[in-house]
Protein backbone atom coordinates (compact mmCIF):
# COMPACT_ATOMS: atom_id res chain seq x y z
CA UNK A 1 0.00 0.00 0.00
CA UNK A 2 1.14 3.77 -0.79
CA UNK A 3 3.02 5.85 2.15
CA UNK A 4 0.63 6.86 4.47
CA UNK A 5 2.61 9.86 5.99
CA UNK A 6 0.61 13.00 4.86
CA UNK A 7 3.43 15.15 4.92
CA UNK A 8 5.00 13.36 1.34
CA UNK A 9 7.53 15.05 -0.78
CA UNK A 10 5.58 17.17 -3.37
CA UNK A 11 6.60 15.81 -6.73
CA UNK A 12 6.22 16.84 -10.52
CA UNK A 13 4.21 14.76 -12.69
CA UNK A 14 6.15 13.71 -16.02
CA UNK A 15 4.88 14.25 -19.44
CA UNK A 16 4.40 10.77 -20.95
CA UNK A 17 3.19 12.53 -24.75
CA UNK A 18 2.65 15.74 -26.37
CA UNK A 19 -1.57 15.47 -27.50
CA UNK A 20 -2.26 18.27 -29.55
CA UNK A 21 -1.35 16.74 -32.98
CA UNK A 22 -2.13 13.05 -32.28
CA UNK A 23 -4.77 11.44 -33.85
CA UNK A 24 -7.69 10.23 -31.93
CA UNK A 25 -7.06 6.04 -32.38
CA UNK A 26 -2.91 7.61 -31.81
CA UNK A 27 -4.35 9.22 -28.24
CA UNK A 28 -6.11 6.12 -27.60
CA UNK A 29 -2.94 3.89 -28.02
CA UNK A 30 -1.02 6.11 -25.73
CA UNK A 31 -3.71 5.81 -23.16
CA UNK A 32 -3.46 2.33 -23.04
CA UNK A 33 -0.47 2.54 -21.31
CA UNK A 34 -1.93 3.62 -18.04
CA UNK A 35 -4.78 4.23 -16.04
CA UNK A 36 -6.62 7.17 -16.86
CA UNK A 37 -9.16 9.27 -14.89
CA UNK A 38 -12.08 8.37 -16.21
CA UNK A 39 -11.14 4.47 -15.66
CA UNK A 40 -10.80 4.73 -11.95
CA UNK A 41 -14.46 4.34 -10.98
CA UNK A 42 -14.57 1.31 -12.88
CA UNK A 43 -11.31 0.00 -11.70
CA UNK A 44 -12.83 0.52 -7.75
CA UNK A 45 -15.93 -0.53 -8.45
CA UNK A 46 -18.32 2.32 -8.46
CA UNK A 47 -18.77 3.02 -11.78
CA UNK A 48 -22.76 2.93 -13.27
CA UNK A 49 -21.33 2.39 -17.11
CA UNK A 50 -18.89 -0.07 -17.21
CA UNK A 51 -17.04 -2.77 -15.42
CA UNK A 52 -13.20 -3.38 -14.18
CA UNK A 53 -12.97 -6.33 -16.94
CA UNK A 54 -14.28 -3.41 -19.63
CA UNK A 55 -11.09 -1.64 -18.53
CA UNK A 56 -8.63 -4.73 -18.62
CA UNK A 57 -9.69 -5.60 -22.05
CA UNK A 58 -9.07 -2.11 -23.49
CA UNK A 59 -5.72 -1.67 -21.56
CA UNK A 60 -4.59 -5.24 -23.51
CA UNK A 61 -5.91 -4.70 -26.93
CA UNK A 62 -9.19 -6.80 -26.86
CA UNK A 63 -11.72 -5.13 -29.04
CA UNK A 64 -15.27 -5.05 -28.20
CA UNK A 65 -17.46 -6.99 -30.98
CA UNK A 66 -20.25 -5.03 -30.35
CA UNK A 67 -19.61 -1.23 -29.95
CA UNK A 68 -22.10 0.45 -27.68
CA UNK A 69 -22.89 4.06 -29.07
CA UNK A 70 -26.51 4.01 -27.39
CA UNK A 71 -25.28 7.33 -25.68
CA UNK A 72 -22.60 8.89 -28.91
CA UNK A 73 -25.09 11.92 -29.35
CA UNK A 74 -24.29 12.62 -25.63
CA UNK A 75 -20.76 11.78 -25.33
CA UNK A 76 -20.46 14.24 -28.38
CA UNK A 77 -22.16 17.26 -27.66
CA UNK A 78 -19.87 17.06 -24.13
CA UNK A 79 -17.12 17.33 -26.47
CA UNK A 80 -18.43 20.04 -28.90
CA UNK A 81 -19.78 22.29 -25.73
CA UNK A 82 -16.15 21.92 -23.65
CA UNK A 83 -14.55 25.47 -24.98
CA UNK A 84 -18.13 27.06 -23.90
CA UNK A 85 -18.51 25.34 -20.71
CA UNK A 86 -14.93 26.53 -19.98
CA UNK A 87 -15.97 30.04 -20.82
CA UNK A 88 -19.03 29.92 -18.57
CA UNK A 89 -16.87 28.60 -15.72
CA UNK A 90 -14.37 31.48 -15.97
CA UNK A 91 -17.38 33.94 -16.38
CA UNK A 92 -19.01 32.46 -13.35
CA UNK A 93 -15.70 32.77 -11.21
CA UNK A 94 -13.53 35.24 -12.37
CA UNK A 95 -10.75 32.58 -12.21
CA UNK A 96 -8.35 32.39 -14.98
CA UNK A 97 -8.53 28.69 -16.92
CA UNK A 98 -5.53 27.25 -19.99
CA UNK A 99 -4.74 24.17 -21.30
CA UNK A 100 -1.55 21.93 -21.11
CA UNK A 101 -1.70 19.26 -24.13
CA UNK A 102 -0.02 17.03 -22.69
CA UNK A 103 -0.47 13.52 -21.41
CA UNK A 104 0.92 13.26 -17.70
CA UNK A 105 2.36 10.28 -15.68
CA UNK A 106 2.89 10.18 -11.87
CA UNK A 107 6.57 9.61 -11.21
CA UNK A 108 6.19 7.13 -8.52
CA UNK A 109 2.96 4.99 -10.31
CA UNK A 110 3.65 5.36 -14.01
CA UNK A 111 0.66 3.58 -14.24
CA UNK A 112 -1.30 6.57 -13.38
CA UNK A 113 -1.89 8.85 -16.46
CA UNK A 114 -3.53 12.16 -16.15
CA UNK A 115 -5.25 13.88 -19.65
CA UNK A 116 -6.85 17.16 -17.73
CA UNK A 117 -9.36 19.24 -19.37
CA UNK A 118 -8.03 22.22 -18.01
CA UNK A 119 -6.09 24.06 -15.29
CA UNK A 120 -6.82 26.74 -13.23
CA UNK A 121 -4.85 29.54 -11.51
CA UNK A 122 -5.84 30.28 -8.65
CA UNK A 123 -5.66 33.99 -6.65
CA UNK A 124 -3.38 33.48 -4.46
CA UNK A 125 -1.23 31.50 -7.48
CA UNK A 126 -1.84 27.68 -6.85
CA UNK A 127 -2.54 25.68 -9.56
CA UNK A 128 -5.89 23.66 -9.85
CA UNK A 129 -7.64 21.50 -12.29
CA UNK A 130 -10.97 21.77 -13.82
CA UNK A 131 -13.72 19.03 -15.22
CA UNK A 132 -15.93 19.71 -18.14
CA UNK A 133 -19.09 17.92 -17.93
CA UNK A 134 -22.56 18.08 -19.93
CA UNK A 135 -25.94 16.12 -18.39
CA UNK A 136 -29.60 16.52 -19.18
CA UNK A 137 -31.58 18.45 -16.79
CA UNK A 138 -33.11 15.11 -15.21
CA UNK A 139 -29.96 14.33 -14.29
CA UNK A 140 -28.51 17.21 -12.21
CA UNK A 141 -30.24 15.91 -9.19
CA UNK A 142 -27.18 13.32 -9.09
CA UNK A 143 -24.70 16.67 -7.72
CA UNK A 144 -27.27 16.62 -4.67
CA UNK A 145 -27.33 14.40 -2.13
CA UNK A 146 -29.73 14.68 0.99
CA UNK A 147 -30.17 18.41 0.29
CA UNK A 148 -26.79 19.09 0.28
CA UNK A 149 -23.95 20.15 -2.66
CA UNK A 150 -21.32 16.87 -3.66
CA UNK A 151 -19.70 15.71 -6.47
CA UNK A 152 -20.98 11.90 -8.41
CA UNK A 153 -19.32 9.47 -7.11
CA UNK A 154 -17.80 8.42 -10.36
CA UNK A 155 -16.63 11.81 -11.51
CA UNK A 156 -15.05 12.15 -7.30
CA UNK A 157 -12.89 9.29 -8.45
CA UNK A 158 -11.88 10.84 -11.63
CA UNK A 159 -10.86 14.56 -9.97
CA UNK A 160 -8.76 12.81 -7.07
CA UNK A 161 -6.74 10.66 -9.78
CA UNK A 162 -5.96 13.91 -11.22
CA UNK A 163 -4.95 15.77 -8.11
CA UNK A 164 -2.73 12.79 -7.09
CA UNK A 165 -0.99 12.43 -10.74
CA UNK A 166 -0.96 16.53 -10.91
CA UNK A 167 0.30 16.60 -7.19
CA UNK A 168 -2.64 19.88 -6.87
CA UNK A 169 -4.63 20.30 -4.09
CA UNK A 170 -7.90 21.09 -5.29
CA UNK A 171 -10.42 20.09 -8.67
CA UNK A 172 -13.20 21.93 -9.46
CA UNK A 173 -16.15 20.67 -11.67
CA UNK A 174 -18.19 22.55 -13.86
CA UNK A 175 -21.39 20.56 -15.30
CA UNK A 176 -23.51 22.41 -17.53
CA UNK A 177 -27.38 20.83 -17.70
CA UNK A 178 -29.44 23.54 -20.17
CA UNK A 179 -29.12 26.15 -22.63
CA UNK A 180 -28.56 29.21 -20.80
CA UNK A 181 -25.78 30.39 -18.61
CA UNK A 182 -27.19 29.95 -15.37
CA UNK A 183 -28.10 26.23 -15.65
CA UNK A 184 -24.68 25.15 -14.85
CA UNK A 185 -23.19 23.36 -10.91
CA UNK A 186 -19.65 24.05 -10.35
CA UNK A 187 -18.21 22.25 -7.61
CA UNK A 188 -14.93 22.23 -5.64
CA UNK A 189 -13.61 19.09 -4.12
CA UNK A 190 -9.99 19.54 -2.21
CA UNK A 191 -7.47 16.67 -1.24
CA UNK A 192 -7.87 13.73 1.05
CA UNK A 193 -4.79 11.53 1.05
CA UNK A 194 -6.96 8.70 3.08
CA UNK A 195 -9.08 8.47 -0.09
CA UNK A 196 -6.24 8.67 -2.46
CA UNK A 197 -3.85 6.33 -0.83
CA UNK A 198 -6.34 3.68 -0.64
CA UNK A 199 -7.41 4.73 -4.76
CA UNK A 200 -3.87 3.80 -5.09
CA UNK A 201 -3.82 0.97 -3.85
CA UNK A 202 -6.50 -0.30 -5.80
CA UNK A 203 -5.43 1.21 -8.99
CA UNK A 204 -1.47 -0.48 -8.52
CA UNK A 205 -3.51 -4.27 -7.66
CA UNK A 206 -5.86 -4.04 -10.58
CA UNK A 207 -2.89 -2.99 -12.84
CA UNK A 208 -0.16 -5.46 -11.49
CA UNK A 209 -2.38 -8.41 -10.82
CA UNK A 210 -4.43 -7.87 -14.20
CA UNK A 211 -3.02 -5.88 -16.75
CA UNK A 212 0.44 -6.95 -16.42
CA UNK A 213 -0.58 -10.81 -15.36
CA UNK A 214 -3.23 -10.91 -18.51
CA UNK A 215 -5.74 -12.40 -16.33
CA UNK A 216 -8.66 -10.35 -15.96
CA UNK A 217 -11.01 -9.37 -13.03
CA UNK A 218 -13.71 -10.87 -11.71
CA UNK A 219 -17.54 -9.39 -12.43
CA UNK A 220 -18.01 -8.23 -8.88
CA UNK A 221 -20.60 -5.05 -10.65
CA UNK A 222 -24.76 -5.15 -10.54
CA UNK A 223 -25.89 -7.52 -13.21
CA UNK A 224 -26.97 -4.80 -15.83
CA UNK A 225 -23.75 -3.26 -16.23
CA UNK A 226 -21.85 -7.06 -16.23
CA UNK A 227 -24.58 -7.95 -19.16
CA UNK A 228 -23.91 -4.95 -20.88
CA UNK A 229 -20.12 -5.78 -20.72
CA UNK A 230 -20.90 -9.36 -21.90
CA UNK A 231 -22.80 -8.59 -24.85
CA UNK A 232 -20.40 -5.99 -25.83
CA UNK A 233 -17.41 -8.16 -25.88
CA UNK A 234 -19.28 -11.36 -26.77
CA UNK A 235 -21.48 -10.59 -29.08
CA UNK A 236 -24.83 -11.83 -29.88
CA UNK A 237 -26.14 -15.61 -29.37
CA UNK A 238 -24.94 -18.04 -31.15
CA UNK A 239 -27.61 -21.51 -31.45
CA UNK A 240 -25.24 -23.39 -32.97
CA UNK A 241 -22.07 -22.84 -30.64
CA UNK A 242 -21.10 -25.59 -28.67
CA UNK A 243 -21.91 -25.68 -24.80
CA UNK A 244 -19.00 -24.43 -22.41
CA UNK A 245 -18.29 -26.22 -19.67
CA UNK A 246 -18.42 -24.48 -16.21
CA UNK A 247 -15.35 -24.79 -14.03
CA UNK A 248 -12.96 -22.56 -11.62
CA UNK A 249 -15.47 -20.09 -9.45
CA UNK A 250 -18.33 -21.07 -11.72
CA UNK A 251 -19.75 -23.94 -9.78
CA UNK A 252 -19.98 -22.59 -6.51
CA UNK A 253 -21.43 -18.89 -8.47
CA UNK A 254 -24.44 -21.40 -9.54
CA UNK A 255 -25.01 -23.08 -6.55
CA UNK A 256 -25.12 -19.42 -4.72
CA UNK A 257 -27.63 -18.81 -7.77
CA UNK A 258 -29.72 -21.97 -7.32
CA UNK A 259 -30.09 -21.36 -3.53
CA UNK A 260 -31.10 -17.91 -4.09
CA UNK A 261 -33.58 -19.12 -6.73
CA UNK A 262 -34.77 -20.77 -3.89
CA UNK A 263 -35.19 -18.20 -1.90
CA UNK A 264 -37.03 -16.03 -4.04
CA UNK A 265 -39.75 -18.98 -4.50
CA UNK A 266 -40.66 -19.33 -1.15
CA UNK A 267 -40.67 -15.29 -0.10
CA UNK A 268 -42.58 -15.27 -3.73
CA UNK A 269 -45.35 -17.31 -2.41
CA UNK A 270 -45.65 -14.94 0.62
CA UNK A 271 -46.44 -11.70 -2.17
CA UNK A 272 -48.56 -14.09 -3.92
CA UNK A 273 -50.83 -14.29 -1.48
CA UNK A 274 -50.55 -10.55 -0.69
CA UNK A 275 -50.83 -9.85 -3.98
CA UNK A 276 -53.98 -11.85 -4.45
CA UNK A 277 -55.73 -9.98 -0.76
CA UNK A 278 -54.88 -7.11 -2.48
CA UNK A 279 -57.04 -7.61 -6.07
CA UNK A 280 -59.75 -9.17 -3.98
CA UNK A 281 -60.19 -5.87 -2.08
CA UNK A 282 -59.71 -3.50 -4.79
CA UNK A 283 -61.98 -5.74 -7.04
CA UNK A 284 -64.76 -5.03 -3.91
CA UNK A 285 -64.00 -1.84 -4.05
CA UNK A 286 -64.25 -1.19 -7.77
CA UNK A 287 -67.50 -3.22 -7.86
CA UNK A 288 -68.97 -0.97 -5.39
CA UNK A 289 -68.45 2.35 -7.59
CA UNK A 290 -70.49 1.14 -10.18
CA UNK A 291 -69.90 2.64 -13.44
CA UNK A 292 -68.59 6.12 -11.41
CA UNK A 293 -65.04 6.58 -11.82
CA UNK A 294 -65.41 8.47 -8.72
CA UNK A 295 -66.01 7.82 -4.86
CA UNK A 296 -64.89 9.21 -1.37
CA UNK A 297 -64.57 7.93 1.98
CA UNK A 298 -64.33 9.78 5.52
CA UNK A 299 -62.71 7.57 8.37
CA UNK A 300 -60.83 8.36 10.81
CA UNK A 301 -61.04 12.03 10.30
CA UNK A 302 -59.96 11.94 6.75
CA UNK A 303 -61.33 11.71 3.59
CA UNK A 304 -59.92 9.58 1.24
CA UNK A 305 -60.98 10.09 -2.76
CA UNK A 306 -60.81 6.75 -5.09
CA UNK A 307 -60.69 6.58 -8.87
CA UNK A 308 -61.53 4.41 -11.33
CA UNK A 309 -60.77 5.40 -14.39
CA UNK A 310 -60.56 3.73 -17.89
CA UNK A 311 -57.58 4.05 -19.89
CA UNK A 312 -57.72 3.52 -23.95
CA UNK A 313 -54.45 2.85 -25.65
CA UNK A 314 -53.99 2.06 -29.51
CA UNK A 315 -52.65 -0.98 -29.94
CA UNK A 316 -51.61 -3.92 -32.79
CA UNK A 317 -52.62 -6.95 -31.95
CA UNK A 318 -50.11 -9.87 -33.58
CA UNK A 319 -53.24 -11.07 -36.19
CA UNK A 320 -53.68 -7.77 -37.33
CA UNK A 321 -49.34 -7.72 -37.53
CA UNK A 322 -49.11 -10.74 -39.37
CA UNK A 323 -51.93 -9.21 -41.90
CA UNK A 324 -49.74 -5.72 -42.49
CA UNK A 325 -46.55 -8.10 -43.33
CA UNK A 326 -48.35 -10.03 -45.63
CA UNK A 327 -50.53 -7.37 -47.82
CA UNK A 328 -48.36 -4.06 -46.95
CA UNK A 329 -44.58 -5.63 -46.63
CA UNK A 330 -42.81 -1.94 -47.65
CA UNK A 331 -44.52 -0.29 -44.33
CA UNK A 332 -44.46 -3.32 -42.03
CA UNK A 333 -40.48 -3.02 -42.51
CA UNK A 334 -40.37 0.51 -42.71
CA UNK A 335 -41.92 0.73 -39.46
CA UNK A 336 -41.58 -2.46 -37.42
CA UNK A 337 -38.47 -3.33 -35.11
CA UNK A 338 -37.46 -6.43 -34.34
CA UNK A 339 -35.60 -6.39 -30.64
CA UNK A 340 -33.24 -9.64 -29.09
CA UNK A 341 -33.15 -10.29 -25.92
CA UNK A 342 -31.83 -13.54 -24.36
CA UNK A 343 -33.76 -15.99 -21.53
CA UNK A 344 -31.92 -17.61 -18.69
CA UNK A 345 -33.10 -20.68 -17.09
CA UNK A 346 -31.17 -23.37 -14.85
CA UNK A 347 -32.62 -26.92 -15.66
CA UNK A 348 -31.66 -29.96 -12.47
CA UNK A 349 -30.28 -33.03 -13.90
CA UNK A 350 -27.70 -35.68 -13.86
CA UNK A 351 -25.45 -37.47 -16.22
CA UNK A 352 -25.33 -41.28 -16.53
CA UNK A 353 -23.88 -43.47 -19.81
CA UNK A 354 -25.57 -46.20 -21.34
CA UNK A 355 -23.34 -48.83 -22.82
CA UNK A 356 -20.86 -45.71 -24.71
CA UNK A 357 -23.54 -43.25 -24.95
CA UNK A 358 -24.29 -40.21 -22.42
CA UNK A 359 -27.79 -39.57 -21.65
CA UNK A 360 -28.54 -36.65 -19.50
CA UNK A 361 -31.29 -37.12 -17.47
CA UNK A 362 -33.75 -34.61 -16.52
CA UNK A 363 -35.61 -34.33 -13.28
CA UNK A 364 -38.68 -36.95 -13.44
CA UNK A 365 -42.37 -35.56 -14.25
CA UNK A 366 -45.17 -36.06 -11.80
CA UNK A 367 -45.79 -40.03 -11.28
CA UNK A 368 -49.71 -40.57 -10.97
CA UNK A 369 -50.70 -42.63 -7.95
CA UNK A 370 -53.45 -43.51 -6.95
CA UNK A 371 -53.07 -41.14 -3.57
CA UNK A 372 -52.74 -38.01 -5.95
CA UNK A 373 -54.63 -38.90 -9.15
CA UNK A 374 -57.75 -37.23 -7.80
CA UNK A 375 -55.59 -34.08 -7.15
CA UNK A 376 -54.26 -33.93 -10.10
CA UNK A 377 -57.36 -34.30 -12.42
CA UNK A 378 -58.85 -31.97 -10.01
CA UNK A 379 -56.06 -29.39 -10.72
CA UNK A 380 -56.45 -29.93 -14.66
CA UNK A 381 -60.28 -29.08 -14.39
CA UNK A 382 -58.48 -26.18 -12.49
CA UNK A 383 -56.65 -25.32 -15.62
CA UNK A 384 -59.14 -25.32 -18.07
CA UNK A 385 -62.20 -24.13 -16.36
CA UNK A 386 -61.67 -20.63 -17.49
CA UNK A 387 -61.94 -22.47 -21.32
CA UNK A 388 -64.81 -24.89 -20.97
CA UNK A 389 -66.87 -23.93 -17.79
CA UNK A 390 -70.21 -22.06 -18.64
CA UNK A 391 -70.35 -20.12 -15.99
CA UNK A 392 -68.66 -17.07 -14.48
CA UNK A 393 -65.17 -16.82 -13.44
CA UNK A 394 -66.75 -15.76 -9.81
CA UNK A 395 -68.90 -18.65 -9.64
CA UNK A 396 -66.57 -21.46 -11.24
CA UNK A 397 -63.98 -20.16 -8.38
CA UNK A 398 -66.55 -20.92 -5.77
CA UNK A 399 -67.39 -24.07 -7.38
CA UNK A 400 -63.82 -25.11 -7.71
CA UNK A 401 -63.35 -23.78 -3.65
CA UNK A 402 -66.50 -25.94 -2.43
CA UNK A 403 -64.98 -29.07 -4.47
CA UNK A 404 -61.19 -28.74 -2.74
CA UNK A 405 -62.88 -27.98 1.00
CA UNK A 406 -65.38 -31.16 0.56
CA UNK A 407 -62.22 -33.44 -0.66
CA UNK A 408 -60.26 -31.89 2.18
CA UNK A 409 -57.17 -32.67 0.12
CA UNK A 410 -53.65 -31.65 2.02
CA UNK A 411 -51.20 -29.36 1.06
CA UNK A 412 -48.20 -31.62 1.83
CA UNK A 413 -50.09 -33.74 -1.21
CA UNK A 414 -50.15 -30.51 -3.15
CA UNK A 415 -46.52 -29.67 -2.46
CA UNK A 416 -45.89 -33.72 -3.73
CA UNK A 417 -47.47 -33.12 -7.45
CA UNK A 418 -46.02 -29.13 -7.40
CA UNK A 419 -43.62 -30.38 -10.51
CA UNK A 420 -47.02 -31.20 -12.54
CA UNK A 421 -48.71 -27.87 -11.67
CA UNK A 422 -48.33 -25.56 -14.53
CA UNK A 423 -48.15 -21.72 -14.37
CA UNK A 424 -51.58 -21.05 -15.11
CA UNK A 425 -52.99 -23.44 -12.77
CA UNK A 426 -51.10 -22.27 -9.75
CA UNK A 427 -52.12 -18.94 -10.26
CA UNK A 428 -55.68 -19.44 -10.56
CA UNK A 429 -55.38 -21.55 -7.05
CA UNK A 430 -54.00 -18.46 -5.48
CA UNK A 431 -56.23 -15.85 -7.30
CA UNK A 432 -60.24 -18.18 -6.40
CA UNK A 433 -58.96 -18.49 -3.45
CA UNK A 434 -58.67 -22.34 -3.57
CA UNK A 435 -55.25 -22.55 -2.21
CA UNK A 436 -56.65 -21.91 1.38
CA UNK A 437 -59.11 -24.54 1.60
CA UNK A 438 -56.44 -27.24 1.41
CA UNK A 439 -55.55 -28.41 5.01
CA UNK A 440 -52.22 -28.37 6.71
Known amino acids: MPDTNMERERHSPLVLVDTEDLTREEWLDWRRRGIGGSDVSAIIGISPFRTARDIYYDKVGIAAVEENEGNWVAMEMGHLLEDLVAKIFERKTGLKIYQVKK ?3 HPLYPFMLADVDYFITMTDGTKAVLEIKTTNYNAKDHWWKDG ?10 QGRHYMAVMDMDRVFFCCLYGNTEDEVIIRELRRDMAYEEEMIFLEQEFWNSHVQKQIPPPYLEDGDVILASARQYCGRAD ?3 GAIVLNGTMPSTLM ?5 QEQKKQSDKYSKKLEADIQRLKAILAAEMG ?29 N ?13 QFVTVSEFRTFHVTEGRT ?3 GSQAVRLKRPVTTITSENAGLLQFLDAVFHAEKYSEL ?5 GILLKNYAKQRNYSKELLSSVLSGITGSAAIKLIEWGIIYEFTS
Open 103 to 105: MFR
Open 148 to 157: RETVPVHYEA
Open 239 to 241: KDA
Open 256 to 260: RYMQL
Open 291 to 319: TSCKAVCDMDGSRYTLTYNPVRKMVVDKG
Open 321 to 333: LARLKLQYPEIYE
Open 352 to 354: VTV
Open 392 to 396: SNSDT
